[in-house]
T-cell receptor, first 115, second 115 residues
Framework: EAEVAQSPRYKITEKSQAVAFWCDPISGHATLYWYRQILGQGPELLVQFQDESVVDDSQLPKDRFSAERLKGVDSTLKIQPAELGDSAMYLC?????????????FGEGSWLTVV | AQSVAQPEDQVNVAEGNPLTVKCTYSVSGNPYLFWYVQYPNRGLQFLLKYITGDNLVKGSYGFEAEFNKSQTSFHLKKPSALVSDSALYFCAVRDRGSTLGRLYFGRGTQLTVWP
């Protein structure tokens, strides 16, 4: 069964350092999402791509977060500089298209701890 | 604005007994509704969704959910709980009229099934 691949699974970084997460969606999925899940809360959308274009980044803290999906396949989420409050799980997800009834499939997540 | 409420942080049930995890939602239009399950340190796994048609939706691992439009609810149910069902459960909603397709999640309900 196809899966959304994410790396690294765990990352510990010092405050003010840069950190990056990588995601490879399910093959053929045009829509890619990055969600952030803080412990004890539900996931919240950071950014949504349709192919290589950003369609929703309204909740992305653009002063320190950036995301790209250059060829419309895999994607990278970067944080620079990291802050203590960025400690969370970063979840990548994908779906076949932007049709709202499609199921969104999630990866295993990347745990970030900022110290 | 879209939102999801899961009124119970924790649900405890004995193995073999029926279980219910509650979810209510608020959307500006008509909803697509989803349930996901999360095991410790893992990503979200899709359980089931309501798109249209029969209000009773059947999903993975024997779970089902009933869409109630008048009560704006989408409660998750299972006739006979297993210890292995113990996990964190998330309800999510999408406005089918939205062009962006963002999923809004509840805070999650921790289900514990004791032997």
């Amino acid at each position: 069964e196809a899966e959304v691949a994410q790396s690294p699974r765990y990352k510990i970084t010092e405050k003010s350092q840069a950190v990056a997460f990588w995601c490879d969606p399910i093959s053929g999925h045009a829509t890619l999402y990055w969600y952030r899940q803080i412990l004890g809360q539900g996931p919240e959308l950071l950014v949504q791509f349709q192919d290589e274009s950003v369609v929703d980044d309204s909740q992305l803290p653009k002063d320190r977060f950036s995301a790209e999906r250059l060829k419309g396949v895999d994607s990278t989420l970067k944080i620079q500089p990291a802050e203590l409050g960025d400690s969370a799980m970063y979840l990548c997800a994908s779906s076949p298209s932007d049709y709202s009834g499609n199921t969104i499939y999630f990866g295993e997540g990347s745990w970030l701890t900022v110290v | 604005a879209q939102s999801v409420a899961q009124p119970e942080d924790q649900v405890n049930v004995a193995e073999g007994n029926p279980l219910t995890v509650k979810c209510t939602y608020s959307v500006s239009g008509n909803p697509y509704l989803f349930w996901y399950v999360q095991y410790p340190n893992r990503g979200l796994q899709f359980l089931l969704k309501y798109i249209t048609g029969d209000n009773l939706v059947k999903g993975s691992y024997g779970f089902e959910a009933e869409f109630n439009k008048s009560q704006t609810s989408f409660h998750l149910k299972k006739p006979s709980a297993l210890v292995s069902d113990s996990a964190l459960y998330f309800c999510a909603v999408r406005d089918r009229g939205s062009t962006l397709g963002r999923l809004y999640f509840g805070r999650g309900t921790q289900l514990t099934v004791w032997p």
